[in-house]
């Protein structure tokens, strides 16, 4: 809890009329602490203020998930690589306080895997284009909500189509972000990745930017769509907890990362 007490995962804590439960409001974010420190706390901090901004939740102040976070991983379970997950369910509608929590977890071997092997990737349809979504804030397009349903849709239709992950496409076909994670693109010396309009800014995307931008990679934003996918030197999906996961096929068709996923990773600061 935020005020630093440690609960087990068998402890009640939603009310069944809490309208995270009922109707998925709430935001949340997720990173990665390792060896108990977490990796980019106060970005995430800052991107969940504004994830609850768009949805009308009202927040606790940022040191006090901090309190929750030191008790954590200061605690038997804040050793090697563990998922911390920041949640604030909006509560149920008889009261104004939303229900907030941070839980932690091991890194689950399939991430770790994922990060070694590469992951298998379809093209979807996301039924809208990114300025539309940029247009229709009611869409919560770039808030990281609690209401996961489609992206752990896309998730189960890619199982079922032998591919571990999504890339959405916008309707117009250009490259959007996936299910739980940012696009990056390589090609020779520079990385690209989509425009944030309608989709979520990737923070582990701005950590690998600015070390590659270090390291003499040019840098930024573009348009992509699926032929610049295939015509790439290397795509990976970036995020908090998998870090940096290489594509290894796109649709059915093999590709190759080049060998610069070692290079890559290593300016990320992946754990071994």
């Not at 582990?204 to 996918?229: D, I, M, P, Q």
Request: charged content about 20%.
């Amino acid at each position: 809890m935020l005020d630093g007490t440690l609960l087990s995962p068998e402890d009640p804590l939603l009310r069944p009329d809490d309208l995270g439960v009922l109707r998925g409001e709430g935001v949340f974010e997720t990173t990665l602490a390792v060896d108990g420190t977490p990796r980019d706390l106060d970005e995430h901090l800052v991107r969940l203020a504004v994830s609850a901004e768009m949805t009308g939740v009202v927040l606790p102040v940022p040191d006090r998930w901090r309190i929750a976070v030191a008790a954590l991983l200061n605690g038997p379970s804040g050793q090697g690589q563990v998922v911390l997950r920041l949640v604030a369910t909006r509560g149920p509608e008889s009261t104004i306080e939303p229900n907030c929590y941070v839980l932690a977890s091991p890194l689950g071997a399939r991430s770790i895997r994922q990060r070694a092997e590469g992951v298998r990737v379809l093209l979807l349809d996301r039924g809208f284009t990114a300025d539309a979504a940029a247009a229709a804030p009611w869409l919560l397009a770039g808030a990281k909500t609690l209401s996961y349903g489609v992206n752990m849709a896309a998730l189960r239709y890619a199982a079922d189509h032998n591919a571990d992950d999504v890339i959405f496409v916008g309707a117009d076909g250009l490259i959007l972000e996936a299910p739980t994670a940012s696009v990056v693109v390589a090609k020779g010396r520079t990385l690209r990745t989509p425009p944030q309009d309608g989709i979520l800014a990737g923070i582990t995307v701005r950590r690998l930017f600015r070390s590659a931008a270090e390291a003499g990679w040019h840098t930024g934003t573009a348009t992509l769509t699926a032929e610049h996918l295939y015509a790439a030197d290397g795509v990976w999906l970036a995020s908090s907890a998998r870090l940096l996961a290489p594509v290894v096929s796109i649709s059915g068709v093999a590709r190759t990362d080049r060998g610069l996923t070692e290079e890559l990773a290593a300016l990320l600061g992946v754990p071994s």
